[in-house]
């Protein structure tokens, strides 16, 4: 099983300013099988990114992913009052795992 | 429109059986791999098993294989989480989500709205 490590477990941050979140695999995710999603309090997942940098569709351009192998980030260049909220990470090979999530929260 | 529409909350009693369900529209539902995520009251997201409904080909976490039972039903649309004996430790909130193109493995999108579930002892 590949085990999904998000750092950090929670960041503390003003509107407009940028947000690195950052995921790491216990070993290689195979082509890039790598998603991000984000989650509201109260309300399902929400895919953001695929294929570690595919923007899903209706996703505003401040949402950005990066990365290959073992090392990925989602970037929010500019956080918007909406943003304040969880985000997970999610490798989807044969036998998909999530992240444990990080918490952006207003400083 | 792809939608997902899940079973309503349910309440229950340790050792009892239950049966949820995840209703799909807007898609060929035979052709779409289907999954089921768990999330602990205040954790993480954890993937369950997925279900192709075209030939119920069945994969689960082997975390939860033996301890659920994912099925689907072709003529009405509709793929199923299944318990035969609960235990306190299921109280959760249970998503299903569609694999986004008819291949496997493939990103989760879109998501139906979540089932909560209670089991007391």
């Known amino acids: 099983e590949i085990v999904l490590t998000q750092s950090p477990g929670t960041l503390s941050l003003s509107p407009g300013e940028r947000a690195t979140l950052s995921c790491r695999a216990s070993?290689?995710?195979?082509?890039?099988?790598l998603a991000w999603y984000q989650q509201k309090p109260g309300q399902a997942p929400r895919l953001l990114i695929y294929g570690a940098s595919s923007r899903a569709t209706g996703i505003p351009d401040r949402f950005s992913g990066s990365g290959s192998g073992t090392d990925f980030t989602l970037t929010i260049s500019r956080l918007e009052p909406e943003d304040f909220t969880v985000y997970y990470c999610?490798?989807?090979?044969?036998?998909?795992?999530f992240g444990g999530g990080t918490k952006v929260e207003i400083k | 429109e792809v939608q997902l529409v899940q079973s309503g909350a349910e309440v229950k009693k340790s050792g009892e059986s239950l049966k949820i369900s995840c209703e799909a529209s807007?898609?060929?539902?035979?052709?779409?791999?289907i999954g089921w995520v768990r999330q602990m009251p205040g954790k993480g997201l954890e993937w369950m098993g997925i279900i192709y409904p075209g030939d119920s080909d069945a994969r689960y976490n082997p975390s939860f294989q033996g301890q659920v039972t994912i099925s689907a039903d072709k003529s009405i649309s509709t793929a199923y989480l299944q318990w035969s004996s609960l235990k306190a430790s299921d109280t959760a909130m249970y998503y299903c989500?569609?694999?986004?193109?008819?291949?496997?493995?493939?990103?989760?999108?879109?998501w139906g709205q979540g089932t909560p579930v209670t089991v007391s002892s």
């Open positions: 989500a569609r694999a986004h193109s008819s291949s496997w493995p493939n990103w989760f999108d879109p």
């Open positions: 999610q490798q989807y090979g044969s036998s998909p795992t």
């Open positions: 070993q290689s995710v195979s082509s890039s099988y």
């Open positions: 807007g898609y060929r539902f035979t052709s779409y791999w």
